[in-house]
Every structure is written in C-alpha cells, then in structure tokens.
C-alpha cells in the first residue's frame, strides 16, 4: 500500500526558511519520479517541483525558480524540499506525490503539511 507522508510545515515570516520531508512507504521508491504539489485556499492544485528516479534531474516551477530546491535520498526513502524566500503567496498545503508521467502527472499523493507565510 503506497503512503507517502509529509512533514515539517510551519507558520513562517515572509522571507524565512523551512524544509518540509516526505517519507514514502509500500512502493519501490527509487523506480518513481517525485514531485511536490501545493494548493492554496480556494485554488486548486499548483505543482511546484519533480525530481526524477536516477537522482540527476530536477524541475521547478516559475514561481519557485530560484528560491526551492527538492531533493531526495533514495536509501532513506524521502523527499525533501526546501524552500528559502518565503512569501506570502507560498501559503499553501503541500503535498509529496508519487510521479506516473514526467514530470506533471501523479498518481498517489500524501494527505498535505501546512506551509503559512504571513507577518
């Protein structure tokens, strides 16, 4: 059973840090690409960043180019992301997804930690 579960959500002030992790378990984690996905307050689903499954290639999306950087460790099975520069408009529920087509689609995701930029 896939269950990939995430952790490290804060309440930060704009122009902070923090790092969230996902654990993944019930699947062969170094096989999938993995991706991050946030969803604001009455929007939907934004993908932020993928990371593919040989650990070489990353991709972001504009709006945290430059100010998030995923990372995995294949031998724990996690997922990393951090995020630096904070704004306001990073306030969201992030997700951990495991990736089915590069490097947009997904078919499991976790159930969300709560990233809230805000002074």
């Known amino acids: 059973q896939v269950q990939l579960v995430e952790s490290g959500g804060d309440w930060v002030q704009p122009g902070g840090s923090l790092r969230l992790s996902c654990a993944a378990f019930?699947?062969?984690?170094?096989?999938?690409?993995m991706a991050w996905v946030r969803q604001a307050p009455g929007k939907g689903p934004e993908w932020v960043s993928s990371?593919?499954?040989?650990?070489?290639?990353?991709k972001y999306a504009d709006s945290v180019k430059g100010r998030f950087t995923v990372s995995r460790d294949n031998a724990r099975k996690t997922l990393y992301l951090q995020m630096t520069g904070l704004e306001p408009d990073d306030t969201a529920l992030y997700y951990c997804?495991?990736?089915?087509?590069?490097?947009?689609?997904?078919?499991?995701r976790g159930q969300g930690t709560q990233v809230t930029v805000s002074s």
């Open positions: 997804a495991r990736g089915r087509s590069w490097p947009y689609e997904y078919d499991y």
């Open positions: 019930g699947f062969t984690f170094n096989r999938h690409f």
């Open positions: 990371f593919n499954s040989g650990g070489s290639t990353t």
